[in-house]
């Protein structure tokens, strides 16, 4: 999970040299924001009980031990690279505490989310863009929609990792990869893409490219990953998140979305009640999203997104306001929570299947 918010409501054309956090202003965001909860959402839909069931059945599938054994692959991954060139850095321009780039690794990840997609039996594509300093490689492996292909359900994590990156965000790409392999080889109503993006860890840099590149995609819904693995229900374990009122135990999905993103967030705080889940804490950011006080609830990919005005959900166990090994070289598998991580892994399942419209007989 970045640092560093992207803030702007201007998209980069480029990565430009990163910055150091701050700027931001952190202030209680008050009536500017809506607070939900799973056991008040008023204005929960009502959902189709067909697709409701079917999106239940679907996430039965996931298997917590093929999600631990792929966080424990990316980990190995990230351990054996080579990291980041840190020359390409001016040091009196980034907290090296906050952002340890000397540590930065993404190549043999990037091995191994491709690989791992041909293995299911999808066709890998990149999105490449050149840059003399950042160039950026995305993933992206597709179900193509059986109804309405040019409609468009994206699942995306970030690859690339500080250190060993077991929480952010080997957890968060192991989900997406779970939820590839129960889709592979099924049909879907509308196409289905899973997105590994490049750089998020230097300020959001592949999803920015990304969303460049496909300014008019009609994009359904999209659940981003980033951070969903780390589990403290110690009272006094989770800080206070800046605009987000939150218990003050780390035993939560805190689910983002903005106003034009609100209607999927109500569809998952449905599917979620259905399916048993309590654990998920919502905030719905006013407008695009990128007010003022925002910056900490636009730290990932979803941003960019919703200032190209995408839809995007933004799935965290909230990263360092409740992980002590957030960005250190403690951030190992064994600090992880396997039933949290398999539980949000579930949950987003079925909002796959609910929002692409699938499987199909």
């Given amino acids: 999970m970045g640092h560093q918010p992207l803030g702007a409501r201007r998209l980069p054309s480029s990565a430009a040299r990163p910055r150091p956090p701050g700027g931001v202003a952190v202030r209680a965001l008050s009536a500017a924001l809506l607070f939900l909860a799973v056991s008040s959402c008023s204005s929960r839909p009502s959902v189709d009980e067909s697709a409701a069931a079917r999106a239940g059945d679907f996430a039965g ?57 041909e293995s299911l039996g999808y066709t890998v594509t990149t999105h490449d863009t050149e840059d003399a300093r950042f160039p950026t490689t995305n993933l992206i492996a597709e179900l193509r929609g059986t109804e309405h292909p040019e409609e468009v359900v994206v699942i995306g994590a970030h690859y690339d990792a500080y250190y060993s990156g077991a929480d952010d965000n080997s957890s968060g790409v192991a989900a997406m990869m779970e939820m590839a392999r129960l889709a592979a080889g099924k049909r879907f109503a509308r196409t289905v893409r899973f997105v590994g993006f490049d750089l998020e860890e230097l300020g959001l840099v592949g999803s920015t490219r990304y969303v460049q590149t496909h300014p008019e ?28 009122p939150v218990p003050s135990t780390g035993d939560f999905l805190a689910a983002i979305s903005n106003e034009p993103s609100r209607p999927r967030l109500e569809e998952l705080y449905t599917l979620a009640t259905r399916m048993g889940y309590g654990f998920v804490q919502g905030v719905v950011l006013p407008n695009e999203g990128s007010g003022p006080a925002s910056g900490n609830l636009m730290r990932s990919d979803h941003a960019p997104f919703w200032l190209m005005g995408q839809s995007a959900l933004f799935l965290t166990d909230t990263a360092n306001f409740r992980n002590p090994h957030y960005h250190r070289a403690t951030d190992v598998p064994s600090t992880l929570d396997p039933d949290f991580l398999t539980d949000v892994t579930r949950l987003s399942a079925a909002g796959l299947s609910f929002w692409a419209g699938g499987p199909l007989p």
Avoid: N
């Fill in 217 to 244: 995609e009609r994009i359904i819904a999209s659940i981003v990953f980033d951070c969903i693995g780390y589990k403290d229900p110690r009272p006094g374990a989770q800080q206070s998140l800046p605009g987000f």
């Fill in 61 to 117: 599938g996931v298997e917590k031990s093929r999600l631990l054994s792929d966080v424990d692959a990316l980990v190995e991954a990230h351990l054996t690279d080579t990291p980041l060139d840190c020359a390409l850095f001016d040091p009196s321009e980034i907290d090296t505490e906050r952002r340890p780039v000397c540590h930065l690794t993404r190549d043999k990840a990037r091995q191994w989310v491709r690989e791992r997609f």
